[in-house]
């Protein structure tokens, strides 16, 4: 993975692509279609960066999607 002058980052591993396109300008594309894969990507995304996952579409933060998961049983 390269970091210097870029504007895309690529990498296999989907939360190293997370990571560092938190840089400003800068895009990350991953797919991940193992749902419980992508929640251990997105804790530790935010242990990782400081930051809380929002859902965009309503806003919500991970850890209210997470809790609602968990009362009703999802995960």
């Not at 929640?39 to 609602?68: H, P, Y």
Request: a negative charge; glycine letters at 10%; hydrophobic letters at 40%.
């Amino acid at each position: 993975m390269r970091l210097d002058s870029i504007d895309e980052v690529q990498d296999p591993r989907v939360d190293g692509v997370l990571v560092a396109a938190r840089r400003p300008h800068e895009v990350g594309r991953a797919i991940e279609i193992d749902g419980l894969y992508c929640d251990a990507i997105i804790r530790r995304w935010q242990e990782m960066t400081g930051g809380e996952a929002i859902l965009e579409e309503t806003g919500e933060t991970f850890a209210i999607l997470e809790g609602q998961r968990l009362r009703e049983g999802e995960v």
